[in-house]
């Protein structure tokens, strides 16, 4: 399965390549990204939102591959939450370092749905807080292959991930990727 996720995910960095954007606050973001489906997750330095053209290109992002939207939705429907359908997917790679710190996904329009999380390559320790950026977070290793949904009262949870030690990956080397799969519309 990992195998056809890597070749969908090859044509999708073809078409939006892999960048690091700046947040609001002037920082470079050490996690490279990029997006597949309507609407994609950008930040600059005017803030975070989801557009349907890849400001990077110019061009609508890539579509999301059946297979990809369709993995989203059974591992939100395993997890307990019923009809996803994923309107967005945010492919977040990390090299040995990059580190993404404690934060809440909340530009999306409605909270109703999910957040379901793919990981792939390198293992990475993420961490799943409160409803409050107070407080020590829950680690949690997340292995190649892994899924990860959260939602309903758990949705505004506090995430993030601890920088990545150089543990290189049998088939990726040392690279982790993630996919995130939204309804942010
Ligand atoms: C994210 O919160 O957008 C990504 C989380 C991860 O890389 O595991
Ligand atoms: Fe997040």
């Known amino acids: 399965m990992a195998g056809a996720l890597l070749t969908e995910l090859a ?18 973001m050490s996690v490279a990204l990029t997006n597949c489906g309507a609407l994609g997750w950008t930040s600059d330095r005017r803030g975070y939102r989801y557009t349907g053209i890849d400001p990077l290109t110019g061009q609508a992002w890539p579509p999301m591959p059946q297979a990809l939207a369709r993995l989203a939705r ?6 307990g939450f019923d009809g ?9 790679h990390y090299l040995p370092g990059a580190r993404l710190s404690l934060h809440q996904d909340k530009d999306e329009r409605s909270y ?15 961490l799943f807080g409160g409803l409050a950026r107070a407080g020590r977070p829950l680690r949690v290793p997340l292995h190649h292959g892994d899924v990860v949904a959260w939602g309903g009262v758990d949705r505004l949870r506090y995430h993030g991930v601890l920088p990545l030690a150089d543990a290189p990956h ?16």
């Open 84 to 92: 996803f359908a994923p309107d967005a997917c945010l492919v977040n």
């Open 74 to 79: 059974e591992a939100a429907q395993a997890a």
């Open 11 to 28: 044509a999708v960095e073809a078409a939006a390549p892999l960048r690091n954007m700046v947040t609001p606050g002037g920082f470079t």
């Open 170 to 185: 049998p088939v990726l080397g040392s690279r982790r990727i993630n996919l995130t799969f939204r309804r942010a519309g």
């Open 112 to 126: 109703d749905f999910p957040i379901v999380s793919v990981s792939l390559g390198m293992s990475a320790t993420f």
